[in-house]
């Protein structure tokens, strides 16, 4: 049974740092994963989407990389800023269902 | 730009009362889901639909679960008789292509409070 794993579970850093964060997943045989953004009381909003046979994919200051024979997804935020305080999830894309982690919540202090 | 819209935003209902959460996929999606996230927890699979049947579906969805897709724009969720453990946020979604191919793209939510 494939299991998501998201490590922290919090994080605050001062604006300006570049930061990583962290998902992991127990079965090597996905589709896809997929990073989201969830801000409080809202919807979830898709930030990033890696194929399974893709190793990256970034947008604007985002940069998500996939080591599927790891069962390994990083989310590298540059330059973060306080807009960027949100919770992160990621989810892989599992015999036609997302199975999602718990999410990582990111507190950038101005 | 194209975006899911889920109805209500939040409803309170009585346990045992039957509760339908409306969604509008994006117009030219052909698969839809429903999400559920209790508070504190996981965002979870329910059901998957194309072609007006169920594709895929998880342990959660029991008989009390249905879906619909009454005309060509909506896609509902029926809970049949509410229970206080149905209390969380449900997110609709939809997507393109066939799953697995593509990004999904997620409603705001519902509230459902069962008192």
């Known amino acids: 049974k494939q299991e998501v794993t998201q490590i922290p579970a919090a994080l605050s850093v001062p604006e300006g740092e570049n930061l990583v964060l962290n998902c992991s997943f127990t079965?090597?045989?996905?589709?896809?994963l997929q990073w989201f953004r969830q801000d409080p009381g809202k919807g979830l909003t898709s930030l990033l989407l890696i194929q399974s046979s893709q190793r990256e994919q970034t947008s604007g200051r985002l940069n998500a990389s996939l080591d599927k024979s790891s069962g390994r997804s990083t989310l590298y935020i540059a330059a973060s800023q306080p807009g960027d305080s949100a919770t992160y999830l990621c989810a892989v894309d599992s015999n036609y269902q997302l199975i999602w982690g718990a999410g990582t919540k990111l507190i950038i202090k101005p | 730009e194209p975006e899911v819209t889920q109805t209500p935003s939040h409803q309170v209902t009585q346990m045992g009362q039957e509760v339908i959460l409306r969604c509008v996929p994006i117009?030219?999606?052909?698969?839809f889901y429903w999400y559920r996230q209790i508070l504190g927890q996981k965002v979870e699979f329910l059901v998957s639909?194309?072609?007006?049947?169920?594709?895929?579906k998880s342990e959660i969805f029991d008989d009390q679960f249905s879906v619909e897709r009454p005309d060509g724009s909506n896609f509902t969720l029926k809970i049949r008789s509410t229970k206080l453990e149905d209390s969380a946020m449900y997110f609709c979604a939809s997507t393109e292509g066939r799953p697995n191919t593509g990004e999904l793209f997620f409603g705001e939510g519902s509230r459902l409070t069962v008192l």
């Open positions: 117009s030219n999606h052909l698969y």
């Open positions: 639909f194309y072609n007006n049947e169920i594709s895929e």
């Open positions: 079965d090597s045989a996905i589709y896809n």
